[in-house]
């Protein structure tokens, strides 16, 4: 399931997921190759992890024309582009657009796929023509041939088997249920999701907190649809949890651990404020520090190592336990600030094209060392940057990773591209290993000790990563 969930407002879903920030523009194109071409795909005027710095425009018509645009924007800004066999794009791609005619009961006897050599043009010229044949047969209704076009050009991008590849109208959109779950992630369903899936946390002012719902609460159904089944998540009720709107009022049965109490309430979507991340830092018993670090947005670093040395001005620490459940990665240079608390000197990752060429990452040794015992609490929310932080904890003896294992969703720098729908296609330019040269992507790091979070422990207010931490930090 490639549903983009985040059912929660603030910074750190926006960048969840997006790999580190910098600035990469697409190559010159050479004129001769390109002369039949779409513009090509815009990079950002932001780049990852840093406050947009406008409105996104309206969403417009999904057309050939954007299929095309995002197809020459692989081959020029994905990692793989430059030995990318385009067969491997258009045949799923065409796949997709024939099971969507399927579904809605459109199928064409002409909708066969065309003959395809492996050149780039003029297969995406075949392509086209097959495309814009079945596109004139379809009936005159706006939102069908819509859904025709986002079928195909997500059947292409998912066709790189990439959790860093990604297009997405949704994106542009805020979505206003101001709930986040268990298992449910901005890439999808977690694969391995387990039940019961609950509540692990409620947006301040939205209709969720209305409604009466709390952290730990367990969801039973959504409008009387049982949320997982068997095992499965029911991708229907994702897209009710996804779209949510005021006009459209969801219904929610959930079971509360603490009171053992089944319920049933509404929840109306409204606007709420957004909610600014930010570090969370607190006194622990035995003078541990506590520092929750919800993403690695612009300025973290410095505000969680300003708020430790606030801490140490009144007493002497014997610990630090940073709290990384949920932190859905950001910013490069905020990551390798971070990690320059910790060591120097050492390489903490290495990033890798497509020929596995490769580059070493360092943390940022300006950084004062800090020279305290660290634990390092984790979750299958902790991700790319976040996995990147984990992974170079773990092999470089650098602390203690207590939780669960992370969440696998690591890349080189990645950056969202404009296309002419308003759109976005997201692409890494290169792949991310670890500082011993494991394989964390799909993988995620695992921790040393095990503690999950689960639904009995939010109800009741217990949090076992940080007992399991202060145990080991004292």
Not at 233 to 243: K, N
Request: with cysteine; hydrophobic share 40%.
């Amino acid at each position: 399931m490639k549903n983009k969930l985040w059912i929660a407002a603030g910074v750190v879903a926006s960048v969840a997921l997006t790999g580190y920030a910098a600035t990469f523009m697409s190559p010159p194109a050479n004129s001769a190759e390109t002369s039949s071409r779409p513009p090509a795909c815009a990079a950002p005027t932001s780049p990852v992890g840093e406050p947009a710095t406008s409105q996104p425009a309206p969403l417009k018509p999904t057309t050939i024309t954007t299929i095309e645009q995002a197809y020459y924007c692989v081959f020029d800004n994905y990692y793989g582009g430059s030995v990318l066999d385009d067969r491997t794009l258009l045949v799923p791609a065409f796949a997709a657009l024939t099971q969507e005619l399927q579904r809605r009961g459109l199928d064409q006897s002409q909708a066969t796929t065309p003959a395809l050599t492996g050149r780039k043009d003029a297969d995406w010229a075949a392509f086209s023509r097959a495309y814009q044949k079945i596109a004139a047969k379809l009936p005159e209704d706006t939102a069908l041939r819509q859904a025709v076009a986002e079928a195909t050009l997500q059947g292409m991008v998912a066709a790189l088997d990439d959790n860093h590849a990604n297009w997405s109208r949704l994106a542009q959109q805020r979505s206003l249920l101001g709930l986040k779950f268990s298992g449910l992630r901005p890439d999808g369903t977690d694969p391995a999701i387990t039940a019961p899936i609950f509540v692990t946390a409620v947006a301040q002012g939205s209709g969720a907190e209305s409604a009466g719902i709390k952290s730990g609460d367990e969801v039973i159904a959504v409008n009387g649809v049982p949320l997982m089944l068997n095992g499965k998540v029911s991708d229907g009720v994702v897209d009710w949890l996804t779209t949510a709107s005021p006009e459209h009022p969801l219904q929610f049965t959930l079971r509360r651990p603490a009171t053992d109490k089944t319920f049933t309430t509404t929840v109306t979507p409204v606007a709420f404020p957004q909610q600014a991340p930010k570090v969370e830092t607190k006194l622990l018993p035995g003078d541990i520090a506590y520092v929750a670090i919800p993403g690695f947005y612009p300025g973290v670093a410095d505000e969680a190592l300003n708020a430790i040395a606030g801490l140490r001005k009144n007493t002497t620490l014997r610990g630090i336990i940073l709290d990384l459940r949920g932190n859905g990665g950001g910013s490069g240079a905020e990551l390798a600030r971070l990690l320059g608390a910790f060591v120097h000197g050492k390489t903490t990752s290495y990033w890798c094209d497509v020929r596995d060429q490769c580059t070493a990452n360092h943390a940022d040794d300006t950084v004062p060392l800090l020279k305290l015992p660290l634990v390092a609490l984790t979750d299958r929310n902790c991700a790319s940057a976040c996995d990147s932080f984990a992974s170079a904890v773990k092999d470089l003896h650098l602390g203690t990773l207590v939780g669960t294992r992370t969440a696998g969703l690591v890349s080189g720098p990645t950056l969202p591209y404009l296309l002419d729908d308003n759109s976005e296609l997201t692409l890494p330019s290169l792949h991310e290993i670890g500082a011993n040269r494991e394989i964390i992507n799909t993988v995620g790091v695992a921790p040393d000790y095990v503690a999950p979070m689960t639904a009995a422990d939010l109800s009741a207010g217990r949090d076992p990563g940080v007992a399991k931490a202060l145990t080991l930090l004292r």
